[in-house]
């Protein structure tokens, strides 16, 4: 892999996790419950478990930085990265499964309510996908002026992209209801 593609992936990821575990942090009640809502771990266990996600999502994406000085975090960021989606993906998953579409996938933070669907599966899924794609090596090339240039827009265009892609999954439903679909 380019270093390009690989610090473009890694600094995107971080802004991501880095975004989310803030957004759980504001209202770390409300994502307990979201958790609990899953029904995927004993109620008992909710708290415990949504300390572990936010706890994961903070050291992920602060070594997913400190790989820029401590190469050896790299892999295994990327890695625990991808995991951490995929296990999110499967949360919901399993959830649909069970015909629970109203639930909330606790991933909007407190000011917005965003209801699970596929969409997100596939999403997480992606994500997940271009984390362990930039785990692999990195080509062997200096490192020049115009690739961080290239790293700063790669990041802000594919946040921004992120970002619509979002609202537009948050939307869903209400587009849904409009034209009378379930």
């Not at 209202?27 to 996600?53: H, Q």
């Amino acid at each position: 892999m380019d270093p390009v593609a690989d610090l473009t992936v890694r600094f995107g990821l971080t802004l991501l996790l880095g975004s989310a575990a803030g957004h759980k942090l504001r209202d770390a009640r409300r994502f307990r419950a979201s958790v609990e809502s899953y029904a995927i771990v004993p109620r008992s266990l909710a708290a415990p478990v949504a300390a572990l996600l936010i706890a994961g999502e903070v050291l992920l994406a602060l070594s997913l930085v400190a790989a820029c000085v401590a190469p050896a975090l790299r892999a295994a960021s990327l890695v625990g990265a991808a995991a951490l989606l995929v296990l999110y993906a499967a949360a919901i998953l399993v959830n649909l499964a069970r015909g629970r579409r109203h639930l909330d996938c606790g991933c909007a933070g407190p000011a917005a309510r965003r209801p699970i669907s596929g969409a997100l599966v596939t999403r997480n899924l992606l994500l997940a996908g271009a984390a362990l794609l930039a785990a692999g090596e990195i080509a062997a090339r200096p490192f020049e002026g115009v690739d961080a240039l290239t790293v700063v827009a790669a990041v802000a265009a594919g946040s921004a992209l992120y970002a619509a892609i979002d609202h537009l999954l948050a939307q869903a439903p209400l587009r849904n209801a409009v034209r009378g679909e379930a």
